[in-house]
């Protein structure tokens, strides 16, 4: 394309039109320069916000912190549920497990080592979790899955404003603590004493036990406190339950319980107790019941508290939630093995079996 300058244009002008002619050439050939340059501007200043926005997120990263390993972050419906909301781990989200293994002293050092990595958000899948990780940091989010009341171990201020940095999901375990022997009661109706095994350090347990002894009074139950803080210590708390004539056996939530529910339901077998737990597990692992929240319900809203979070919402703008769902789930083998025939109040309320 041949470009006319200002000057070849005037050359070609007389000398008696050159003066204003060429004056207003020049002007009109030098406004369509400071456009030509404006465009150039606006097209630069575009192609660089067109990239800006295409530079992919950063993925969060957050922090695993539990008492025992396994089951919770590691479940399938866990991941299900995040991936639902989008999130992969690996791709555009990574975890920092770390595990106390079953030790309750660990957990402080383990919460402190999460807060200095930084994380996004810490879960604290436990409320003895959730009070280390409180502890550790009063800026990072924290969301947690509680047994037992969040309000009165004073992880939150209350369920609907939580206040600080901390929401979560709570089993509401305690309220049902009193259930459970109810049900045992209801399955052996001429049952008078039912141990109970529990853990004085593990803040869900110890409040499950406590919430158990008005509802037991009012059942006519006498309880056997087994208190069991290690695994080492269940075959010694069985026989004191036997000679103590427990005829029938609640497992509280504490975490050395979750973590040894087969043993735990074999021993129960074993001395011929009648035993519910608040595991499904228990039951697959040959316990006789076990009742408690839909558990599936637990991990959806936990990874559902998560997204909110990580998308810009404060913990204490959200309530922590409870179950709507509780199952009942009942091992027939283990009644067999047991000579227990289950009443038809009990088994009409039976969410699923083990035959």
């Known amino acids: 394309m041949k470009i006319i ?17 060429c004056t207003e050439l020049r002007r009109s050939i030098q ?24 530079q992919p997120a950063k993925a969060p990263k957050i922090g695993s912190l539990q008492l025992d390993s396994g089951r ?18 690996g791709k555009n989200i990574f975890i ?22 930084k994380v996004d958000l810490i879960v604290a899948l436990s409320t ?15 969301v947690f899955s509680s047994g037992g009341d969040p309000v009165a171990v004073g992880l939150v201020d209350s369920l609907a404003r939580p206040g600080g940095n901390l929401t979560g999901f709570s089993n509401i375990s305690s309220e049902l603590a009193g259930k459970r022997p109810e049900l045992l009661k209801e399955t052996v109706p001429k049952l008078s004493r039912v141990a109970v095994l529990w853990n004085l350090r593990d803040a869900s347990s110890a409040q499950e036990w406590k919430e158990s002894l008005h509802p037991a009074r009012e059942l006519g139950l006498q309880l056997h406190s087994m208190e069991v803080s290690s695994a080492d210590q269940l075959e010694s708390a069985f026989k004191e339950a036997i000679k103590a004539r427990s005829a029938a056996l609640a497992v509280t939530s504490a975490s050395v319980n979750n973590s040894n529910h087969k043993r735990i339901a074999d021993l129960a077998v074993k001395h011929r107790l009648p035993a519910i737990s608040p595991w499904k597990e228990f039951v697959a692992s040959g316990g006789l019941m076990s009742y408690g929240p839909d558990e599936a319900e637990g991990y959806r809203r936990l990874a559902y508290l998560i997204d909110r979070v990580l998308k810009g919402a404060k913990p204490e703008d959200l309530p922590v939630e409870r179950p709507m769902g509780f199952e009942l789930h009942m091992n027939l083998k283990t009644a067999d093995a047991l000579k ?15 035959k």
């Open 72 to 89: 919770f972050i590691e479940s399938k419906i866990f991941h299900q549920a995040l991936r639902a909301l989008g999130y992969v781990e």
């Open 96 to 117: 920092e497990r770390r595990s106390a293994e079953g030790k309750l002293d660990r957990l402080p050092a383990l919460a402190d080592e999460l807060a200095g990595l």
């Open 5 to 21: 300058t200002s000057k070849r244009v005037c050359e070609s002008c007389s000398d008696n039109r050159q003066s204003k002619t």
């Open 31 to 54: 406004n369509l320069k400071w456009l030509g340059l404006v465009a150039l501007g606006v097209a630069f200043a575009m192609g660089g916000a067109v990239a800006e926005a295409q």
């Open 340 to 354: 227990l025939t289950i009443p038809p109040i009990v088994f009409m309320r039976v969410t699923d079996v083990v």
């Open 128 to 142: 003895t979790a959730a009070l280390a990780a409180k502890n550790a940091t009063k800026t990072i989010p924290i």
